[in-house]
T-cell receptor
Framework: DQQVKQNSPSLSVQEGRISILNCDYT??????FLWYKKYPAEGPTFLIS?????DKNEDGRFTVFLNKSAKHLSLHIVPSQPGDSAVYFC????????????FGGGTRLMVKP | EAGVTQSPTHLIKTRGQQATLRCSPI?????VYWYQQALGLGLQFLLW???????NRGNFPPRFSGRQFPNYSSELNVNALELEDSALYLC?????????FGEGSWLTVV
């Protein structure tokens, strides 16, 4: 039973355009969410997070949107750059339950110059 | 400030052997997490240690075990290695609700 799903295994975007990566979850206990970026043969790098009390969090080119009623979150990257090409994982956790995150399967983003 | 460090970077073992992977968390972090990323798969939670105690484990057999030392560093041991154990093993430590990963240890079982 996958509690966190990223239904698009890959996404291709032109440089300068917006990249939108999506993530769905089923466990209503999740109350905070994170996005990680991963290059091949490297560990995941934390990008941005959002608590369930918010519906939007912005950090530079990265914005995460949370729709609790739909159990859906998305990561927007504007403008996309070739260096953004990587695998992006969304993750979800429950406060007061340790930081045992449940990860989605990842979406490979390719930004074409 | 140093991030999460892991060793070795690469490890090749034979089926049936034991593998030991090591991790040092970011200074000041007391929790250590271990994740497995098998080829083509997402990150699967393995183990969580906090203040020297195992707090939770994922859906892995008992031959996956570990410990956390008084200095908060951690070891992951995998006994009776099987070919399917070949994966990238990621260690992470946490601050508040954010966990920070190391570069990982590649384990290849032949």
């Amino acid at each position: 039973d996958q509690q966190v799903k990223q239904n698009s295994p890959s996404l291709s975007v032109q440089e300068g355009r917006i990249s939108i990566l999506n993530c769905d979850y089923t466990n209503s206990m999740f109350d905070y969410f994170l996005w990680y970026k991963k290059y091949p043969a490297e560990g995941p790098t934390f990008l941005i997070s959002i608590s369930s009390i918010k519906d939007k969090n912005e950090d530079g080119r990265f914005t995460v949107f949370l729709n609790k009623s739909a159990k859906h979150l998305s990561l927007h990257i504007v403008p996309s750059q070739p260096g953004d090409s990587a695998v992006y994982f969304c993750a979800a956790g429950v406060n007061n339950a340790g930081n045992m995150l449940t990860f989605g399967g990842g979406t490979r983003l390719m930004v074409k110059p | 400030e140093a991030g999460v460090t892991q060793s070795p970077t690469h490890l090749i073992k034979t089926r049936g052997q034991q593998a030991t992977l090591r991790c040092s968390p970011i200074s000041g972090h007391t929790s250590v997490y271990w994740y497995q990323q098998a080829l083509g798969l997402g990150l699967q939670f393995l183990l969580w240690y906090d203040e020297g105690e195992e707090r939770n484990r994922g859906n892995f057999p008992p031959r996956f075990s570990g410990r956390q030392f008084p200095n908060y560093s951690s070891e992951l041991n995998v006994n009776a290695l099987e070919l399917e154990d070949s994966a990238l093993y990621l260690c992470a430590s946490s601050f508040w609700n954010t966990i920070y990963f190391g570069e990982g240890s590649w384990l290849t079982v032949v």
